[in-house]
């Protein structure tokens, strides 16, 4: 909410404009847990890994900017007053996680296989049957992001989303993080988790073809079964194509994700490059601090 995340090596940092239009900022160190470490390793486990660790952080950081925005700063002992303990935290985070991805999971996977079912006695055969799924599925997802990129409050989170990639792209360019030369960069990046959205569609799509179901209920189990599989393989096909981002030829692996950023990013106002280049420098000062504390054997 009117902020922008960025995370680095050992920390994640959001910066927001409040209504008073002052610039407030929420850290939140990296925690090293050895066996999410040692999972974040293994090729397909690690994408499962990503998605549930970014998932609960960002969950924590929308708190934050959705708690403070329309407060007023000399107020903010009432927000630290009313902080719940960690122990609720945590638990109300995973609760809204494992809830938002049941729910997202029904619709983008299950909706489009009864959808394709039911037209299965006009196009019928396993192959049509996985394209017409695959189908209907793109479909969905390209028009929830659409209508709900409509409303004025998605709008303006999909302008700080582009200006999250306006900032890293202008400074993996190596240009100065001036207003004028991060408006001047693109908004679309080959990492950005749209794309992810995206190559789950396609990845589903082959995998399924391996699998022939017989009937309905085969076919549902069959695709909440195959959903981590679907999932993991996403994740390494992101990595590969942003490894691919500047081979010719190759490189066009990549495009169908940039598409897609076409609707989740919008072009931001002055003001939220503001708030976006503001977050980025505060995450690379930490960074710099903590990465000189640990070369003079102070951490």
Not at 43 to 52: D, E, K, N, T
Not at 228 to 240: A, D, M, R, Y
């Amino acid at each position: 909410m009117e902020g922008v995340m960025f995370g680095g090596k050992h920390h994640y940092v959001t910066a927001i404009r409040r209504k008073d239009q002052s610039i407030d900022y929420f850290h939140l160190p990296r925690t090293k847990n050895e066996k999410l470490s040692k999972l974040k390793k293994i090729p397909f486990l690690r994408g499962l890994v990503a998605i549930i660790e970014s998932s609960g952080n960002g969950t924590k950081h929308l708190n934050f900017s959705t708690d403070r925005y329309d407060v007023d700063p000399s107020e903010d002992y009432k927000l630290e007053e009313q902080e719940p303990s960690k122990l609720t935290m945590i638990l109300g985070v995973a609760a809204i996680g494992i809830l938002s991805f049941i729910f997202g999971k029904f619709i983008f996977t299950l909706v489009p296989t009864f959808l394709a079912a039911m037209l299965q006695p006009i196009i019928s055969g396993h192959v049509a049957q996985v394209l017409l799924e695959s189908f209907f599925k793109l479909i969905l997802l390209l028009g929830y992001i659409y209508f709900v990129s409509l409303t004025p409050l998605i709008k303006r989170v999909f302008q700080y989303h582009g200006a999250e990639h306006k900032v890293i792209n202008a400074y993996e360019s190596g240009k100065e993080l001036t207003v004028e030369n991060v408006q001047a960069a693109s908004r679309l990046h080959y990492r950005c988790g749209s794309s992810f959205m995206l190559f789950t569609v396609i990845v589903g799509l082959f995998l399924y073809l391996f699998f022939q179901t017989d009937n309905l209920v085969d076919r549902i189990l069959v695709r909440i079964a195959l959903i981590p599989f679907v999932i993991g393989i996403s994740f390494e096909v992101l990595q590969f194509t942003n490894k691919l981002r500047d081979v010719p030829v190759l490189r066009y692996l990549g495009v169908p994700g940039l598409w897609l950023q076409l609707l989740t990013t919008k072009e931001p106002k002055d003001e939220q490059v503001e708030v976006a280049i503001l977050s980025f420098q505060e995450l690379k000062r930490r960074e710099e601090e903590t990465e000189a504390q640990l070369q003079t054997g102070i951490l």
